[in-house]
């Protein structure tokens, strides 16, 4: 039997400063392969839109191997299925990949891959692509381990393969995996190419700015480097990132490769535990909110009648992405003033983000639902962020033009409109505001603090930030008043209603 090396693509799509591939073409014959499971694309936080840019990953992969010698091997269905099948016709020597820290879906999967390959008696060899790791490496150590992993090589492979006749499949259409139907005109291309150009102008031109209009949602669609839904699909690694951003002599950069550093702190914290994907950090915040479809669908479509979030919804519905700062805003409308589960809120932005990555989603989705408990609480003001971050209400007009006759001091708050025809006139086609702002957040504020009074809430608090806190100096300040005063730390929001 011919003997090989299988290289199993999963969220690495790239061959350069890929150490599996690298690895896995030392000694034998490999078979690329790249599996394509329906289980996982049909989970409600997968979506059509994610599925287009993995698409055009894959393709542009196929194409590099291709040049190479060895076309991508596509294969629909099981893993273990089809590393049996691939058993059957060569004799396989090791598997190798990266390791990943994905949804619990995928964890499940790679606890069966690594039992099969135990009882079969094949080497998988896992590497390790962000700064994430297994076993019990103690957070204290995380950072010293994060920095000597990227101080590593990147690692570039010549060699020409040999192609292996081993039958794959073509890429399914597009109805195969029953996606609603989510267009997303605005969303960037998928591949390696795209992912080289992006960052090339990003780090030419806009990484200057990236500073100053990093809040905005406007000037930060070009000046952030919108590098994350590559990042998320492995199209390029983050070593190459760094190691391009070096070059670049602006107090900026600083700033974005702290960005790269918090990427895989977050994931960290989910491979140290996986059920933080559905379950609260801290027990006595678990189902404290109410399911609400109308209030869930009314945000989730930019309808909730406050004209900023609405506009930041209604861009990231039409671009796949949006910063940080919106995200963050979005996701606190929803858990603390309309009071819906982050669970379900959670889910809904994860389809429309193309960057959707669970161990930064899903600690944010915590975090700006005040769950975590060690870290501050942050009620975000639509009007305030929007008369920050959109002072004369363009952004607003343009995602949100049933409000493009609205004077520019009112735009924020149409409410205000004190003429009662020209308020009915200029909002017709606008709906009222779905809650009150500051009774909604003054609700959400009250309840977190009585819950932070309950019996061991402070000592669960404390155990919750000796696995999951950040160790960097500042945080662990803050981070120290939040557990040893427990009168109102947590409760310092930034509300300015
Ligand atoms: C509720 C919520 C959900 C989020 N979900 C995701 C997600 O699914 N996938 C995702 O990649 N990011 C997520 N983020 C983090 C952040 O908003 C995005 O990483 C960032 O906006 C991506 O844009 P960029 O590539 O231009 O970032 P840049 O500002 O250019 O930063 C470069 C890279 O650093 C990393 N990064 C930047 N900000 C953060 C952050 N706050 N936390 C962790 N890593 C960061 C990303 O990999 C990013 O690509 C979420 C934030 C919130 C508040």
Known sequence: MHEINICWFKKDLRVVDNEALYNASKDYDVLPLYILEKEKW????HSYRQWQFCKECIIDLREDLYLMGQPLIIRIGDVIDIFEEIKNTYKIKGIYSHQETGDFLSYKRDQKVRRWSRENNIPWEEYIQFGVFRGTLKR?????TYKKHFEKEIINITKVFKALPFKGENLPSDNFFDFKNDKCHGRCIGGRKEAIKRLNYFLNNEIYSYGKNISSPAKSYFSCSRLSPYITMGCISLKEILKHTKSVKTKDSKMFTSRLFWHCHFIQKLETQPELEFK??????????IKNDYFLEAWSEGKTGYPFLDACMRSLNHNGWINFRMRAMLMSFASYNLWIPWQESGLKLAQKFIDYEPGIHW???????????????RIYNPIKQGKDHDPKGTFIKKWVPELKDISQDLIHEPWLINNIDIYNSQTMNYIKPIIDLKLTSRNARKLLFQISLKKEYWNISKRIYEKHGSRKPTNKRKTKKIINNSTNKQFELDLNL
Request: aromatic content about 12%; glycine content about 2%.
């Open 42 to 45: 049909q989970q409600l936080s």
């Open 140 to 144: 204290d150590k995380w950072a010293k």
């Open 280 to 289: 609260e950090y801290h027990p006595y915040f678990e189902n404290i909110r």
């Open 363 to 377: 600690n944010q989705c915590q975090m700006q639902s005040g769950t975590t408990s060690i870290n501050t609480n």
